[in-house]
């Protein structure tokens, strides 16, 4: 009888559990083995709260609240508020500037002189006149000069419009990583939320079974520990998830005060479109990304800097030129007379051709062409390392789901026969659970970490492959 009444117990202490479980909110759904067919892919420096308590695996998703931000809305409020990026901004109109700087011409000059002018008054003893002439000196651009620094000029434009679009590309790719850790943070106290009702759910069974005559105290004390370690897990859970909108808070320009009410709309896992091979991920990356595009736009800039220093060889001609010259014919009693002049003046490229700045400038475009090399590369490692990690996620989420998955809840439904029927004792049973916490926790985990796989694949690439 007392073998049957302890069967009795444990099979309700296990139904209040799964009640519980069955109480809160689905969090994700496991997909038919026909959707696993359709499906197509992680930043260390980001970590995944810990689990505890009981869990049960998932059903559904919540993408969060309706009014919740989603991940286009991010990306369009960065872009216009984030104050890193509309300081670089403030470099274009800069640039642009610059180019209407080096297409000014240069001013012409203008001297008065008066010429001859004597100590002592000029007679007709004192042959002499004195003559007055106002002068223009006009410079002339001969070698286009001008021409050349308006080309240097736009090609550094170009290459600063590349940078700012580089700039976007690694704040958006921060901001990706700050948006899923505020999902994860969400999911994870949502987690916990599930193991504390679970942990309470058991320790009221365990302190009614408790009052049974010849009931172990053991099984309570465990399930306190259990109770006060998963409370400990939900405070945790709160304080990831509101430094988390913190973060995200400060990347969006959004005041301190209403980053605790930040909510966004999104899954750790959106649906996948088809991603191409390799091979295609890395040329699509070598002709979009705007790190790699910069420094092409640099071997312009560095042929176009050459070109000015070939220019400036030879200097400018300038055109004096006198309208009106007067000569005061007066004190030596003869008539005035008045007459213009003009001339040219220039220098003659003898001993300097600039041929210092001409071999520095090509030095320089050799020393471009080695660093677009080297950018290439790595723009290619980039991508090949988060297409093998996009991948290797990809196919853990799926073997997580087809075997492993289904083999714990097998387990676990068989400790809960056993445990309920008095074959094993609790502690053996709450080892079961452990394993399928841990198995639960490993899903989360990997489905966090092929989220992240996705979005540091369209970091790579520099396209927004995957949603």
Known sequence: RST????????????????????????????????????????????VPRLYGLLELPTGEWEGPAHGMTLDQAIA?????????????FELPQAQADVLTAGQRANPLYFISANNVPYQPYSPGRFGAVQYAPTLVQPFDVNNKRGARVAAASQVQRVLGMQYQNAVRLAVHELYMAYTDVIVARESLRYAQVGLAGAKAM??????????????????????????????????????LLRAKHHLAALLDIPRHQAAGLEVRGRIRPPEPPVPDRDELVRMA?????????????????????????????????????PFVYQNNVPIGKQSVSSFSLGVMGSIPLFDRNQGEIRRADVNVSQTRTALAGIERQAAAEVESAFVEYQASRDAVERLERTILPVSERARAIAHRRHAAGQI????????????????????????????????????VGRRLLP
């Open 4 to 47: 049957a009444r302890a069967g009795r117990q444990r099979g309700s202490l296990i139904s209040n559990v799964e009640r519980s479980a069955r109480s809160a909110r689905p969090l994700y759904h496991a997909p038919r083995r026909e959707d696993l067919a359709k499906r197509q892919p992680s930043d260390p420096r980001h970590t």
């Open 77 to 89: 409020r960065l872009l216009a508020e984030n104050a890193e990026l509309r300081s670089k901004r």
């Open 203 to 240: 320790l009221t069974a365990a302190q009614t079974q408790l009052r049974e005559p010849g009931q172990s105290e053991s099984d309570q004390l465990h399930m306190e520990i259990q109770y006060e370690t998963a409370r400990l897990d939900v405070d945790q859970a709160r304080g990831e």
């Open 286 to 322: 070598l002709s979009v990304r705007p790190d790699v595009l910069a420094y092409r736009q640099g071997i312009d800039r560095a042929h176009a800097d050459l070109n000015v220093a070939r220019k400036e060889r030879v200097d400018d001609v300038f055109l004096v030129y006198s």
């Open 425 to 460: 004792g609790a502690f053996e049973y709450f080892s079961s659970l452990r394993d399928r916490n841990e198995v639960v926790r490993q899903y989360r985990d990997t489905l966090v970490r092929h989220r992240r796989g996705m979005l540091q694949l369209n970091t790579a």
